[in-house]
């Protein structure tokens, strides 16, 4: 059972008062906010213990390079992969996919090859994929949705013998839509084809099993699970990553190095080129410490309830419309009030304290399939409340008043 007002309290900037009124945070999908534990992880490290990792022979290298890797433990055993040189640090999902698309892209894709890439994507897992199919010549393809944003299921036939990768968000951060992944990695394997399961909108709301995917690579952003920004994971099996060639050079990913040839280290330093974010790092491993505390099954469990009451709130209001009405959701709606532009809404909404993502959310092939210059979505997380969506609700109805709407 979750105590909400203890896990509330773990949250500083709840307390904050915008334009004079107390703050209603709905972005969680752009970003989580974090837990005190958080922020004094990373004040601790650079109070304490602040040394570059991996280098040194003395005391405080040793212990940030120790508590560093103990971080890497935790958050392996948080995504149940076998081993920890599986898990890349990198700056987060966009910096993990782009890792990917140019490593594993430039060396296992060649000309005539297709890549199929869901329309429901962000952005960060559309581009680097567009992108390499330009550089190398292969075929760009895309597995299209319904009007309720569920994906075909006619998945079967878009993949072939010239198909080498399928990326896929577990959660789609415009339409909340749970994409069946599981499904899909059992149908591409069946082809021979790999893989990459976009996180960044599932990891923190829901539990995510790697070994019981079997997903060949998964990606995931640490400020979106309550974590520091400029952090987040890379997952490949270790066979895959292996095969890899380093993306980028320099300090601590090389074995050896002479003026004829250089050597590479061995996994997961092979992909850690230079100092890393080891302050963030280890902060990350906090942030998920601290969900282990409150354990992801409550939280999937305290937010589904969340969001049964906003879909059961927001669409009593006549004029608003969602966008999104999978069976399978997670923490978020997309909406549109008929007649306003989501701007409008948005800056309104602002003004009441309550804080709203309006626009794209970086996914505009979505846009694109309604015909919609954008949505106002409110996301959840942890420290929400149903008192946040009733304030979302009366200041959805105060403003369709004062429109006329
Ligand atoms: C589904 C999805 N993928 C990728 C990203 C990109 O994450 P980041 O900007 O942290 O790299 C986001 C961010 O909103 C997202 O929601």
């Known amino acids: 059972m979750i105590d909400i007002e203890k ?41 304490h213990y602040n040394s570059n990792i991996h280098r040194g022979v003395h005391f405080l290298s040793n212990k940030a390079t120790d508590i560093h890797e103990k971080s890497r433990e935790t958050i392996r055993e948080f995504i149940n992969a076998d081993s920890s040189e599986e898990l890349i640090f990198t700056a987060g999902t966009t910096e993990s996919i782009n890792l990917l698309a140019y490593s594993w892209g430039d060396f296992c894709v060649e000309e005539g090859d297709e890549i199929l890439v869901s329309e429901m994507e962000h952005h960060s897992n559309l581009v680097p994929w567009q992108l390499l199919c330009e550089r190398k010549g292969a075929k760009f393809k895309y597995i299209p949705f319904d009007d309720n944003g569920v994906l075909s299921s006619d998945f079967d036939s878009l993949i072939n013998e010239k198909t080498k990768l399928v ?29 990459l399961v976009d996180a960044a909108q599932s990891i923190q709301h829901i539990k995510v099993d790697v070994k019981d995917l079997d997903c060949d690579f998964l990606v995931f952003s640490g400020h979106k699970i309550y974590g520091p920004t400029g952090t987040g994971i890379l997952y490949g099996k270790k066979d895959l990553l292996n095969a890899m060639s380093p993306w980028q050079s320099g300090g601590e990913m090389i074995e050896t190095v002479s003026l ?51 879909h059961e709130k927001l669409s009593s209001i006549p004029s608003l419309k969602i966008y999104g009405n999978a ?38 092939t979505v846009m694109q399939h309604f015909d919609i210059p954008g949505t106002i979505r409110a996301s959840f997380a942890i420290y929400n409340t149903k008192k946040d969506i009733d304030d979302l609700y009366e200041g959805l109805l105060k403003i369709t008043k004062m429109l006329g709407l």
């Not at 990326?167 to 790999?194: F, M, Q, R, Y």
């Not at 923490?331 to 309550?354: A, N, Q, V």
């Open 7 to 47: 896990i509330r309290k773990d949250f500083p900037i709840l307390n904050e008062k915008v334009y004079g009124k107390s703050l209603v945070y709905l972005d969680n999908g752009a970003t989580t906010q974090k837990p005190q534990q958080v922020i004094d992880a990373i004040c601790e490290c650079y109070a």
């Open 167 to 195: 990326c896929v968000n577990h959660v789609s951060n415009a339409l909340g839509t749970i994409n069946p992944i599981k499904d899909i990695i059992e149908k591409a394997h069946a082809k021979g084809v790999k893989v």
């Open 260 to 310: 004829d040839k250089t050597t590479f280290n061995v996994l997961p330093f092979k992909f850690e080129a230079g100092t890393p974010n080891y302050v963030g790092n280890i902060a990350l491993g906090r942030a998920i410490e601290y969900v282990n505390e409150i354990g992801i099954d409550n939280i999937e469990k305290y937010e589904a309830d969340l969001l049964k009451y906003a």
């Open 327 to 364: 069976e399978n959701k997670a923490s978020l709606i997309s909406f549109l009030i008929e007649g306003t532009h989501p701007y409008d809404i948005g800056t309104l909404l602002d003004r009441m304290g309550i804080a709203v993502r309006t626009g794209t959310h970086c996914a505009e």
